[in-house]
């Protein structure tokens, strides 16, 4: 099976524009999350989709939006990008049809540096 | 709440010392927490994970201890190699919020050889 995708691997933009980023989950895996990592801060939850609808949301501005694919890939943009912005994006797909708990696996990530 | 607190920030160990990371958790229905370690330029990957319903799980080397009256739980690695030089995520589903998963800051474990 291949892993999760995610592109751009790299991304460099300037303040106020706009970016979106791609995940393709493992094939079968109905569940994406998005994480913003920064250096200290761990990983920071941005927002769950499952079956297109989005399931959890973190505490991040409404800049930050995502959707997901009848296919289970999954997009995640930010608007009027700001210097904080700059970090390595990571999307995570489970299998998790409950809300028991499950493995996560991730991608790559995508490093976003905004200039 | 929904913060999961993770110390120490970094740890240095001899090879062949054992190794300890500790995490709290505000959310008392919290029943799963798994330990993601990732390596330098990696994705991170699971390592092992632990239920509510259980207070400790052993996988070789590595086990995770709950104790959930205390609401925390903690990373044991024995027998420290080089190849485990990773920084290390815990996380909680905190269940307050609809289900999600929360991470730790990280701990960076330096294995000296």
């Known amino acids: 099976k291949a892993g999760v995708t995610q592109t751009p691997r790299y991304l460099i933009k300037t303040r106020g524009q706009q970016v979106t980023l791609s995940c393709s989950p493992i094939s079968g895996h109905r569940s994406v999350s998005w994480y913003q990592q920064t250096p200290g801060q761990g990983l920071q939850f941005l927002f769950e989709y499952f079956s297109e609808t989005q399931r959890n949301k973190g505490n991040f501005p409404g800049r930050f939006s995502g959707r997901q694919f009848s296919n289970s890939r999954s997009e995640m943009n930010v608007s009027t990008l700001e210097l904080g912005d700059s970090a390595l994006y990571l999307c995570?797909?489970?299998?998790?049809?409950?809300?028991?708990?499950?493995?996560?696996?991730f991608g790559s990530g995508t490093q976003l540096s905004v200039l | 709440g929904e913060n999961v607190e993770q110390h120490p920030s970094t740890l240095s160990v001899q090879e062949g010392d054992s190794a300890v990371i500790k995490c709290t958790y505000s959310d008392s229905a919290s029943n799963y927490f798994p330990w993601y370690k990732q390596e330098l330029g990696k994705r991170p990957q699971l390592i092992i994970d632990?239920?509510?319903?259980?207070g400790e799980k052993k996988d070789q080397r590595i086990a995770v201890t709950l104790n959930k009256t205390a609401k925390h739980f903690s990373l044991h690695i024995t027998e420290t190699q080089p190849e485990d030089s990773a920084v290390y995520f815990c996380?909680?589903?905190?269940?307050?919020?609809?289900?999600?998963?929360?991470f730790g800051a990280g701990t960076i474990l330096r294995v000296k050889s």
């Open positions: 995570a797909s489970s299998s998790r049809v409950d809300r028991a708990g499950e493995k996560l696996f």
């Open positions: 632990i239920r509510s319903n259980v």
């Open positions: 996380a909680a589903m905190i269940r307050e919020y609809g289900n999600k998963l929360v």
